[in-house]
């Protein structure tokens, strides 16, 4: 039964804590905070666990075996890296690292060590998410053409990334889950409305070898919360609302009908006839995702095997970023995704 140990207890941290706690086959053994006055609360709520101020004695630990880390996204590589070193197992809150250099070391060394390297790809666990990957894989919805989302919300404003790192990295991790193929370029544009604030908002287009086309649209300053996802297919369309808990995903027989012209004259000429169908909501897994997802790093702590949020789709995402940190700056240029 691995020991599991969490490092920051901030906004995120505590849901992790809380799983592991109740995870079947997992130890609660330590939080580290640099903070005195959250590790107080931790005490409080959960006696007994040991709690650490300096990551290097939560490390001395002889009862850890592995380590999640939610902390700013500066302090992934860093803490991570010291982690694999030390022979633990290790869960990294999203984005993996802020380059694909220190991505890319996180996973030889895991290789080297023999040591699970897992994201926090929290979405790829929603029961919605792996729906939409069966309708996609199973060929329900037909040919994949677009997917086109918006992903906004009030806050929470972040020093070290933008917009982008934060909350695209949602949405990028979906379609890398869903979607076979990988895209191939990106544009990005973006603002910062706060001074000394990164991109708070910000849209994002992914080009693909074929005809598939990702767009994707985030933003800290929104009067309201959104989570909504069209995905178009050559059959079916699914409509995703993450904050519809009674029915997250819609699919709909919608869609175009091209025909040719029966004139010889005309045979080059295309007839569009629309589609207009029944709508389905099938019934998804409402189990909690982080739930799920602790779940899975201890099964591939005690089992070996890989999971799909591993280094290499860590690295994946911030190559993707990396790109479009770049078109950001080059306002809108499309940038090649490094292979």
Aim: charged share 25%; proline share 4%.
């Amino acid at each position: 039964m691995p020991g599991i140990g969490v490092v920051g207890y901030g906004y995120w941290g505590p849901n992790l804590v809380r799983n592991f706690a109740e995870t079947a086959g997992a130890r609660l053994v330590s939080v580290c905070d640099s903070r005195a006055e959250r590790l107080s609360l931790v005490e409080k709520r959960y006696p007994g666990i040991e709690t650490h101020t300096q990551f290097s004695e939560m490390l001395k630990s002889p009862k850890l075996d592995a380590v999640a880390i939610a902390t700013p996204v500066h302090l992934h590589f860093s803490l991570a890296e010291q982690a694999l070193n030390a022979g633990k197992h290790v869960l990294v809150e999203k984005p993996l690292a802020f380059s694909s250099k220190d991505a890319a070391r996180l996973i030889e060394l895991a290789e080297a060590k023999k040591r699970v390297l897992m994201v926090d790809h929290t979405f790829i666990y929603t029961g919605a998410v792996k729906k939409i990957r069966e309708l996609v894989s199973n060929g329900a919805i037909g040919d994949f053409l677009y997917y086109d989302s918006v992903r906004v919300n009030l806050g929470l404003f972040q020093h070290d990334v933008n917009v982008l790192w934060d909350l695209a990295v949602h949405d990028l991790s979906i379609l890398d889950f869903v979607l076979p193929e990988r895209a191939t370029a990106v544009s990005a544009t973006g603002m910062a409305h706060v001074p000394g604030k990164p991109e708070n908002m910000a849209y994002l287009t992914l080009y693909f070898a074929s005809n598939v086309l990702a767009h994707i649209h985030v933003n800290w300053l929104s009067p309201v919360k959104v989570r909504k996802t069209l995905i178009g297919g050559s059959k079916k369309m699914i409509v995703y609302d993450d904050l519809s808990p009674g029915e997250r995903i819609r699919v709909y027989d919608s869609g175009i009908t091209l025909t040719q012209s029966p004139k010889q004259e005309d045979v080059y000429k295309l007839l569009v006839s629309y589609r207009s169908g029944d709508m389905w909501a099938p019934k998804v897994d409402e189990t909690e995702a982080l739930k799920a997802e602790s779940a899975e790093f201890v099964r591939c702590i005690e089992t070996g095997a890989r999971p799909e949020n591993d280094g290499a789709a860590g690295l994946r995402i911030v190559r993707i970023l990396e790109a479009a940190s770049e078109s950001l700056k080059k306002r809108g240029q499309p940038v090649e995704i490094q292979r």
